[in-house]
């Protein structure tokens, strides 16, 4: 069975710093892309930033450069973020993913979510 488990988020004042953590099991974490989403209320899901499978190449939004960093540890099956410089439009529930296309099948699997909320 296919869990990406999300944690770390919470209520942090602006500036702060958070991490995030995304405990994947039930498929080969190594093979698979990673990413980071995030949903504000009435807003739609937009992507924060993306890993490779071997953690060599990554993307971010424009509006996190800078201050978050993706990052991931295949040995333990999880990936991270990083957030610093915290403002409040980076209120959000903070959703895990991980893809892979195959030439044969698509995978993509989400997790549940976690809340960041930054106070000013």
């Known amino acids: 069975q296919v869990q990406l488990v999300e944690s770390g988020g919470g209520l942090v004042q602006v500036g702060g710093s958070l991490r995030l953590s995304c405990a994947a099991s039930?498929?080969?974490?190594?093979?698979?892309?990673m990413s980071w989403y995030r949903q504000a209320p009435e807003k739609e899901r937009e992507l924060v930033a993306a890993?490779?499978?071997?953690?060599?190449?990554?993307k971010y939004a424009d509006s996190v450069k800078g201050r978050f960093t993706i990052s991931r540890d295949n040995a333990k099956n999880t990936l991270f973020l990083r957030l610093n410089s915290l403002k409040p439009d980076d209120t959000a529930v903070y959703y895990c993913?991980?893809?892979?296309?195959?030439?044969?099948?698509?995978?993509?699997?989400w997790g549940q979510g976690t809340q960041v909320t930054v106070s000013s």
């Open positions: 890993i490779t499978s071997t953690g060599e190449v990554t």
């Open positions: 039930g498929f080969t974490f190594k093979t698979y892309a």
């Open positions: 993913n991980a893809a892979l296309v195959t030439s044969i099948k698509e995978y993509d699997y």
